[in-house]
T-cell receptor
Framework: SQTIHQWPATLVQPVGSPLSLECTVE??????LYWYRQAAGRGLQLLFYSVGIGQISSEVPQNLSASRPQDRQFILSSKKLLLSDSGFYLC?????????????FGPGTRLTVL | TQLLEQSPQFLSIQEGENLTVYCNSS?????LQWYRQEPGEGPVLLVTVVTGGEVKKLKRLTFQFGDARKDSSLHITAAQPGDTGLYLC?????????FGTGTSLTVIP
């Protein structure tokens, strides 16, 4: 079975500090991977997605970046955090059924920037 | 551009009542998913609908995909406090998933 992990679960960082959030998927190969940010109780904003190692598509211009150094590893980074970067960050992977895809989420990381 | 609009945004009902949540779009989707999310956790996939007009049932939850594959509904019969959560619909015309704005449901015992 497939599982998706995210860490850390919670993070409190000062403004201007760097960020690194990690996501790994087990039990599948060559998954499409996604980073989302969610404001409290609201829908999901797609930040980045990747269809393979080193392939990153950015949906929203901001001070965040993403990397995919290995097939099942996806990293979200920032060199200098802003207050507006606070939120709930979710990593997801998709299962491809050819005619349609299904997306599965990790447990999320709660980031608070002070 | 918000491709998927959900209504209502907030819903508070008494235990045992019925409710319907709507997910509407002007775009056609090859499939549509419904998720439930509890506070502090990731969304959990409830169902995927693929065929226009398709109806799927998951215990007290009934999901329907519109004939034109532009909209969907979620009906809950005899709501329970355990149904409380944020319900999200998502459509995937390709590799990207577009999420609705969410419906926050509270079922009062």
């Amino acid at each position: 079975s497939q599982t998706i992990h995210q860490w850390p679960a919670t993070l409190v960082q000062p403004v201007g500090s760097p960020l690194s959030l990690e996501c790994t998927v087990e039990g599948t190969s060559n998954p499409n991977l996604y980073w989302y940010r969610q404001a409290a109780g609201r829908g999901l904003q797609l930040l980045f997605y990747s269809v393979g190692i080193g392939q990153i598509s950015s949906e929203v211009p901001q001070n965040l970046s993403a990397s995919r150094p290995q097939d099942r590893q996806f990293i979200l980074s920032s060199k200098k955090l802003l207050l507006s970067d606070s939120g709930f960050y979710l990593c997801a992977w998709t299962r491809d059924y050819q005619l349609y895809n299904e997306q599965f989420f990790g447990p999320g990381t709660r980031l608070t920037v002070l | 551009t918000q491709l998927l609009e959900q209504s209502p945004q907030f819903l508070s009902i008494q235990e045992g009542e019925n409710l319907t949540v709507y997910c509407n779009s002007s775009s056609v989707f090859s499939s549509l998913q419904w998720y439930r999310q509890e506070p502090g956790e990731g969304p959990v996939l409830l169902v995927t609908v693929v065929t226009g007009g398709e109806v799927k049932k998951l215990k007290r939850l009934t999901f329907q995909f519109g004939d034109a594959r532009k909209d969907s509904s979620l009906h809950i019969t005899a709501a329970q406090p355990g149904d409380t959560g944020l319900y999200l619909c998502a459509g995937a015309p390709g590799n990207q998933f577009y999420f609705g704005t969410g419906t926050s449901l509270t079922v009062i015992p």
